[in-house]
C-alpha cells in the first residue's frame, strides 16, 4: 500500500459518504411522505405517487457508489497525494455527490407523480454514472500495470469461473448505462437497472474470494 493512501482515502470516504447521506435522505423522506399519506395528517401528501423508478435509480446509484469504492481500494497501492491525483478525486467523487442530489426531489410533495421527476431527472443521473464510469476504467488501465494482480489473486481468480463470468459481464453494464439514458420506455428502464444492479451484485458476491477484491 502506497504511505500516502491512508490520506487520500480519507478524502474519499468524507466525499462518497456525503453522497450516501444525500441518497439515504431522500429515501428517508419517502417513507416520511407515505407515514404522512397513510394517516392522512398532510393533505398535500394524499395524491403522491412514489412508484417504482425513481427508488430502484436511487439503489442502483447506492450499489454504484459501493462498486466505485471498491474499485479505487484495489488501487490503494498507487494513489498519493499529488494535486493531479486530488484533483481527479475531487472531479469524480464530487460528480458523485451532484448525481445523488438528483435522484430525488428535495420538496416530494411539489410531484404529484415522482415517474415525471425520474423523467426529467433521468438523463443526467444515468449519464453522470456512465462517464464516471467510463473515467474510473480510463485510470484503472492507465494504472494496469501498478494494480495487476499479485500470485494468490491470479490463482484465486483462474479458480473461480463465476468470477471471470462476472467481470465480463459488467462490460455489459457500458452499453445497458448508454441505452437508460436515452430510453423512454418505463419497462426498458426498469429491466435495465436490475440488469445493471444484478450484474454489480454477482460480480461483489463471485468477487468474495479473490484475495483483495472483496
Known amino acids: ?28 423522506r419517502i417513507l416520511k411522505l407515505r407515514a404522512r399519506r397513510k394517516a392522512g395528517v398532510d393533505p398535500s401528501a394524499i395524491n403522491v405517487r412514489v412508484g417504482w423508478l425513481v427508488p430502484l435509480l436511487g439503489v442502483l446509484v447506492l450499489v454504484d457508489l459501493g462498486t466505485f469504492w471498491s474499485i479505487v481500494w484495489t488501487m490503494r497501492g498507487v494513489l498519493d497525494m499529488r494535486t ?51 473515467a474510473t476504467s480510463a485510470a484503472g488501465l492507465a494504472l494496469g500495470a501498478a494494480v495487476s494482480p499479485d ?20 462490460f455489459l453494464n457500458y452499453p445497458a448505462f448508454i441505452w437508460l439514458t436515452f430510453s423512454k420506455g418505463k419497462r426498458v428502464c426498469i429491466a435495465l437497472m436490475l440488469f445493471i444492479l444484478a450484474t454489480q451484485v454477482l460480480y461483489a458476491v463471485s468477487a468474495w474470494s479473490i484475495p483483495g477484491l472483496a
Request: glycine share 8%.
Open 84 to 134: 493531479a491525483m486530488i484533483f481527479g478525486v475531487l472531479v469524480l467523487i464530487g460528480g458523485y455527490y451532484l448525481v445523488a442530489t438528483l435522484v430525488f426531489p428535495d420538496e416530494p410533495e411539489m410531484w404529484p407523480d415522482f415517474d415525471a421527476y425520474f423523467w426529467q431527472q433521468k438523463r443526467w443521473v444515468v449519464g453522470g454514472m456512465f462517464l464516471i464510469n467510463v
Open 1 to 28: 500500500m502506497h504511505p500516502q493512501f491512508d490520506y487520500i482515502f480519507e478524502l474519499f470516504t468524507l466525499l462518497i459518504g456525503l453522497a450516501v447521506a444525500e441518497m439515504l435522505m431522500g429515501f428517508s
Open 151 to 170: 500470485e494468490a489473486q491470479a490463482a484465486a481468480i483462474a479458480a473461480n469461473p463465476l468470477f471471470l463470468a462476472s467481470t465480463l459481464m459488467i
